[in-house]
């Protein structure tokens, strides 16, 4: 199958990439060219502005491409994608989130559960308009879209999820050097990392079933830890003695903002649980993540070291 990949060469896009060249997939990775990826020897790298209509019509005539994954179009592009790509294509997969179902109303959120996306939680509103404008679009007119929504991704790449809902690495400082940290509230709250090469391999997945089609999934790992416990898996990956101390996020907020730069959405976010039931991928995708927190987190920190991040 040949695939336009927009968005390919960081971190989940990346992944993508990887996961179609091991289904036995051509892809085409659309980016401005701004970025040097190590892109699979069957990919093909095209220079495309996605912000500029012409540019991104030209790459979508210029060739026939079976399927289209996207990982960045906002809700506007998607439209028009929607009207440029209809009757052309098999299938369209569009990266969402399971952001939008922040506050979550039940434990696991399942696909059909209400979605808010408050803005307080993140600010995840775009990616429920994207999401709605795909479903709309294949409910009204038949367009081959499928929403993928991982949780928070994590894997060498990138820095993963710290305890305060940012991705810091003076956080992970704080642990190596053993000086004290605080759990926001009482630390119970659930969250449910996905291995970013797993989530990669949802995209190809998605792209192999013929029960996709207009269908949303969830994609995570298997496991959803207290945010406590994540604090001492990655405490006994860097072997740290931090002190750990309890506090409510408003306090967390005034004791370390101005020296970590604490995002305060991302704090209200994670101090709510989020955890999903990913039994519909697993049903109909065959989607089977394997890869422990454990292992992921110290692939991801050993990243984190080789870069001096941490």
Same mark, same amino acid.
């Given at each position: 199958?040949?695939?336009?990949?927009?968005?390919?060469?960081?971190?989940?896009?990346?992944?993508?990439?990887?996961?179609?060249?091991? #289904?036995? =997939?051509?892809?085409?990775?659309?980016?401005? @060219? =701004?970025?040097?990826? +190590?892109?699979?020897?069957?990919?093909?790298?095209? =220079?495309?502005?996605?912000?500029?209509?012409?540019?991104?019509?030209?790459?979508?005539?210029?060739?026939?491409?079976?399927?289209?994954?996207?990982?960045?179009? @906002?809700?506007?592009?998607?439209?028009?994608?929607?009207?440029?790509?209809?009757?052309?294509?098999?299938?369209?997969? #569009?990266?969402? *989130?399971?952001?939008?179902?922040?506050?979550? &109303?039940?434990?696991?959120?399942? !696909?059909?559960?209400?979605?808010? +996306?408050?803005?307080?939680?993140?600010?995840?509103?775009? &990616?429920? !308009?994207?999401?709605?404008?795909?479903?709309?679009?294949?409910?009204?007119?038949?367009?081959?879209?499928?929403?993928?929504?991982?949780?928070?991704?994590?894997? +060498?790449?990138?820095?993963?999820?710290?305890?305060?809902?940012?991705?810091?690495?003076?956080?992970?400082?704080?642990?190596? %050097?053993?000086?004290?940290?605080?759990?926001?509230?009482?630390? %119970?709250?659930?969250?449910?990392?996905? #291995?970013?090469?797993?989530? @990669?391999?949802?995209?190809?997945?998605?792209?192999?079933?013929?029960? *996709?089609?207009?269908?949303?999934?969830?994609?995570?790992?298997?496991?959803?830890?207290?945010?406590?416990?994540?604090?001492?898996?990655?405490? @006994?990956?860097?072997? *740290?003695?931090?002190?750990?101390?309890?506090?409510?996020?408003?306090?967390?907020?005034?004791?370390?903002?101005?020296?970590? &730069?604490?995002?305060?959405?991302?704090? %209200?976010?994670?101090?709510? =649980?989020?955890?999903?039931?990913? *039994?519909?991928?697993?049903?109909?995708?065959?989607?089977?993540?394997?890869?422990?927190?454990?292992?992921?987190?110290?692939?991801?920190?050993?990243?984190?070291?080789? &870069?001096?991040?941490?």
């Amino acid at each position: 199958m040949k695939v336009l990949l927009i968005g390919g060469t960081r971190f989940l896009g990346l992944a993508i990439a990887n996961a179609l060249h091991r #289904h036995g =997939h051509k892809a085409v990775v659309a980016h401005r @060219g =701004h970025t040097k990826a +190590a892109l699979p020897e069957t990919a093909r790298e095209i =220079h495309v502005d996605v912000a500029d209509q012409k540019s991104l019509e030209n790459c979508l005539l210029a060739e026939q491409y079976d399927a289209v994954v996207d990982t960045i179009l @906002g809700a506007k592009t998607l439209e028009w994608m929607v009207t440029t790509l209809n009757g052309r294509i098999r299938q369209f997969v #569009h990266c969402g *989130s399971t952001g939008v179902y922040a506050p979550m &109303k039940r434990i696991p959120a399942t !696909e059909e559960d209400p979605c808010e +996306a408050l803005p307080q939680y993140g600010g995840f509103g775009a &990616k429920l !308009e994207q999401d709605e404008v795909l479903m709309r679009a294949h409910r009204q007119t038949g367009f081959p879209a499928t929403v993928l929504r991982p949780t928070n991704i994590y894997g +060498a790449g990138d820095i993963p999820l710290d305890i305060w809902g940012a991705r810091n690495p003076a956080f992970f400082r704080r642990l190596t %050097r053993n000086q004290p940290v605080t759990l926001p509230n009482d630390g %119970r709250a659930l969250l449910q990392p996905g #291995h970013v090469s797993e989530l @990669g391999e949802a995209f190809a997945l998605a792209l192999e079933s013929p029960h *996709s089609i207009g269908r949303i999934y969830n994609i995570s790992s298997a496991r959803a830890v207290e945010l406590r416990v994540y604090l001492d898996i990655l405490k @006994g990956i860097l072997k *740290s003695s931090s002190p750990v101390d309890f506090a409510s996020a408003e306090l967390l907020l005034e004791r370390y903002l101005p020296e970590n &730069k604490i995002n305060e959405g991302g704090l %209200r976010f994670v101090v709510e =649980h989020m955890c999903v039931d990913i *039994s519909r991928a697993r049903a109909e995708l065959g989607f089977d993540p394997q890869i422990s927190l454990e292992e992921g987190l110290a692939e991801n920190l050993q990243w984190m070291c080789e &870069k001096g991040l941490i």
